[in-house]
């Protein structure tokens, strides 16, 4: 080999070595050892600060290190750092308590992402599917939450079904993992929607607290049409309700009768949300459910039952518990109401609600 061909050998050779040793102190596995005993050389041989002065040194790099990823772990993701609320002048974009409405081209998915990315996230969704909701819904909502609810992060589907024998056979892509659980079938469709409630809280309780950091619960007749990302996680999360996110309050249909626990009296109220989406920690979506069941058992008690059930214990929960995130109803979109120009990129849809086939009382 000539000269040269020796130099280029060496180069490699020493980048390589450079790199191995970069990439290993950066690493959070801990530090090898190839250190030996000696003495600083800028220290007097008298001195009593003698031997492993590289290993003090090597401890030192990689203990600053690792204090340096915790605190960037630590750290909160300002608002202002991925939010942009005059990017959608035309629709409201902030709350009166200062919450993110989430639209379209309102958030900056890179900065997200990044951020996520790093806390290695493991997110849930809860989906029921009782009946014919079963042969009618399930397959598609899970094919298309497969595709586009949280594209490139761990995801955990808890698919409560009341019988595990017609549950489909679906292929999940990467990082993808569902759990199924069987329920009790209840004779009413009203009885099966408020009792998801007390089902999720429970298996928070049993569970699911231990093994995802934000947990969604969704409704099964929806298809995904676009990523369902992470501009939509939060500690509290609402959907607004296609069909009212423009409406005047006094004319949002909540629960108006005093004898029922989601009685919300006029002149009060913010938004409509819609029960076919709610989210946040576990910890919050425990409280929530945990609060709508016992509303729910309330007006049992009291022989009263809610306008929208489930529905309208959700919105008196989020009446006296602000959320902390709201999704425009472009996250939630009937295309039965049209496209109009606000809607800009429809994340999931309505399926055609064809209640005479998969309810048993309509």
């Given at each position: 080999?000539?000269?040269?061909?020796?130099?280029?050998?060496?180069?490699?050779?020493?980048?390589?070595?450079?790199?191995?040793?970069?990439?290993?102190?950066?690493?959070?596995?801990?530090?090898?050892?190839?250190?030996?005993?000696?003495?600083?050389?800028?220290?007097?041989?008298?001195?009593?600060?003698?031997?492993?002065?590289?290993?003090?040194?090597?401890?030192?790099?990689?203990?600053?290190?690792?204090?340096?990823?915790?605190n960037i772990l630590k750290r909160?993701?300002?608002?202002?750092?991925?939010?942009?609320?005059?990017?959608?002048?035309?629709?409201?974009?902030?709350?009166?308590?200062?919450?993110?409405?989430?639209?379209?081209?309102?958030?900056?998915?890179?900065?997200?992402?990044?951020?996520?990315?790093?806390?290695?996230?493991?997110?849930?969704?809860?989906?029921?599917?009782?009946?014919?909701?079963?042969?009618?819904?399930?397959?598609?909502?899970?094919?298309?939450?497969?595709?586009?609810?949280?594209?490139?992060?761990?995801?955990?589907?808890?698919?409560?079904?009341?019988?595990?024998?017609?549950?489909?056979?679906?292929?999940?892509?990467?990082?993808?993992?569902?759990?199924?659980?069987?329920?009790?079938?209840?004779?009413?469709?009203?009885?099966?929607?408020?009792?998801?409630?007390?089902?999720?809280?429970?298996?928070?309780?049993?569970?699911?607290?231990?093994?995802?950091?934000?947990?969604?619960?969704?409704?099964?007749?929806?298809?995904?049409?676009?990523?369902?990302?992470?501009?939509?996680?939060?500690?509290?999360?609402?959907?607004?309700?296609?069909?009212?996110?423009?409406?005047?309050?006094?004319?949002?249909?909540?629960?108006?009768?005093?004898?029922?626990?989601?009685?919300?009296?006029?002149?009060?109220?913010?938004?409509?949300?819609?029960?076919?989406?709610?989210?946040?920690?576990?910890?919050?979506?425990?409280?929530?459910?945990?609060?709508?069941?016992?509303?729910?058992?309330?007006?049992?008690?009291?022989n009263i039952e809610a306008k929208?059930?489930?529905?309208?214990?959700?919105?008196?929960?989020?009446?006296?518990?602000?959320?902390?995130?709201?999704?425009?109803?472009?996250?939630?979109?009937?295309?039965?109401?049209?496209?109009?120009?606000?809607?800009?990129?429809?994340?999931?849809?309505?399926?055609?609600?064809?209640?005479?086939?998969?309810?048993?009382?309509?």
């Amino acid at each position: 080999m000539n000269v040269k061909g020796k130099v280029i050998l060496l180069m490699l050779v020493v980048s390589t070595a450079v790199v191995v040793f970069l990439e290993y102190i950066n690493s959070s596995e801990g530090a090898f050892v190839w250190i030996y005993p000696s003495k600083n050389p800028e220290v007097d041989n008298n001195s009593s600060q003698k031997g492993w002065w590289f290993l003090s040194w090597f401890k030192d790099r990689t203990h600053n290190y690792q204090e340096e990823e915790i605190n960037i772990l630590k750290r909160e993701l300002q608002l202002s750092e991925w939010f942009d609320p005059t990017k959608r002048p035309e629709v409201v974009t902030v709350t009166g308590w200062q919450a993110p409405v989430v639209w379209e081209d309102t958030y900056n998915a890179a900065v997200l992402e990044s951020y996520y990315a790093k806390r290695r996230i493991t997110v849930g969704l809860t989906v029921f599917a009782t009946g014919r909701y079963i042969d009618h819904y399930l397959e598609e909502f899970i094919i298309s939450a497969n595709k586009y609810f949280m594209a490139g992060h761990k995801v955990i589907f808890y698919i409560m079904v009341d019988d595990i024998s017609r549950m489909p056979l679906i292929e999940l892509g990467p990082r993808r993992s569902f759990k199924v659980f069987e329920i009790k079938s209840e004779k009413r469709w009203q009885d099966i929607s408020m009792m998801r409630m007390k089902t999720i809280g429970e298996h928070i309780l049993a569970h699911i607290q231990h093994e995802v950091d934000f947990l969604f619960c969704m409704d099964v007749d929806q298809v995904f049409q676009d990523n369902f990302g992470v501009e939509t996680l939060g500690q509290l999360v609402a959907q607004l309700q296609a069909w009212w996110y423009k409406a005047d309050p006094k004319e949002f249909t909540y629960e108006r009768r005093e004898e029922s626990a989601a009685y919300i009296p006029f002149g009060q109220g913010d938004f409509y949300y819609h029960a076919a989406i709610f989210g946040g920690t576990p910890s919050q979506v425990l409280n929530l459910t945990q609060a709508c069941f016992k509303g729910i058992l309330q007006d049992k008690k009291n022989n009263i039952e809610a306008k929208w059930h489930d529905e309208s214990h959700l919105n008196k929960y989020f009446l006296l518990n602000k959320p902390t995130k709201i999704l425009s109803p472009e996250y939630c979109w009937d295309y039965h109401i049209g496209l109009p120009s606000d809607i800009r990129n429809v994340k999931l849809s309505w399926q055609t609600k064809e209640y005479n086939l998969v309810r048993n009382n309509v």
